[in-house]
């Protein structure tokens, strides 16, 4: 519930909720870690034309990459969301959609 409290307002592109992405980031990081993942928050500087911190990237290893027997697996993922538009009606109907499909299978 934690990242859906967070994870609504992270707009990167509004400057006034940065500092929501910035706390997402930090989210992102313990789960990571509660994973076992060794995490390293990489800071990119400043927004060009502003005097505003960019996100930074998140970068999160498990295990040994150094072992040539086990194979590598990279995960690529955004963790700041777009403006709410009328893509929040869209999605809402799909879920509504969903979750009544799957609740009458239940049944």
Not at 53 to 82: E, M, R, W
Not at 83 to 100: G, N, Q
Request: glycine share 6%.
């Amino acid at each position: 519930m934690d990242y859906l409290t967070i994870y609504h307002v992270s707009v990167s592109g509004i400057i006034s909720l940065r500092c929501e992405v910035f706390k997402m980031a930090d989210f992102l990081e313990v789960e990571l870690k509660a994973l076992g993942a060794t995490v390293r928050k990489v800071p990119l500087g400043k927004q060009q034309g502003e005097d505003v911190d960019l996100p930074p990237v998140i970068l999160a290893q498990v295990g040994n990459f150094k072992d040539p027997s086990k194979k590598t697996i990279l995960c690529y993922g955004h963790y700041d969301v777009q403006p709410v538009s009328s893509w929040l009606r869209v999605t809402l109907h799909l879920l509504t959609s969903a979750f009544i499909r799957w609740d009458h299978r239940r049944r």
